[in-house]
């Protein structure tokens, strides 16, 4: 395995994060025998959303540089698009969320897992705050 393969798995939970979040890529190499990204996120949400990811694999990241702008034009509504169409738009399904209901009720109907809300919450930060705070009414993304 190659120095750039090694260094894509070891982050590649930040760089599915980057996919799956509308992250506009401009650099995604090694340098300096770092992995080097470089591009712009929708928003300081998903950019701390990458950095979480980047520390939790890594906390001292030190063979990764990471240099994330933020661009308010590449928003959501570009981001859902890319990602229904990056997913083949079969693997996304809605839930419409009805009185009584938790994110944890919710996994547990769709994942069998109620352990699995925190995957419904990272859909739909665009809409949500906190897990915690869901309203009859709203409609969730669900991921597969």
């Not at 590649?12 to 470089?38: C, M, P, S, W, Y």
């Not at 990241?61 to 240099?67: A, E, R």
């Amino acid at each position: 395995m190659d120095r750039f393969d090694e260094l894509k798995a070891k982050y590649h939970a930040a760089l599915d994060t980057i996919q799956r979040e509308g992250v506009k890529l401009t650099h995604l190499h090694v340098q300096d025998n770092k992995l080097f990204i470089q591009g712009a996120a929708p928003s300081q949400e998903v950019k701390n959303d990458v950095w979480n990811q980047i520390k939790a694999a890594d906390a001292t990241y030190s063979d990764l540089t990471c240099d994330l702008t933020i661009d308010p034009s590449l928003a959501r509504p570009q981001a859902k698009a890319a990602a229904a169409t990056a997913g083949g738009g079969s693997t996304q399904r809605t839930y419409r969320v009805q009185a009584g209901d938790t994110l944890s009720k919710i996994a547990k109907e769709m994942y069998g897992n109620a352990n699995d809300y925190n995957r419904i919450f990272e859909a739909n930060r665009d809409k949500l705050q906190s897990p915690d705070k869901i309203q009859p009414g709203q409609e969730l993304v669900i991921p597969a």
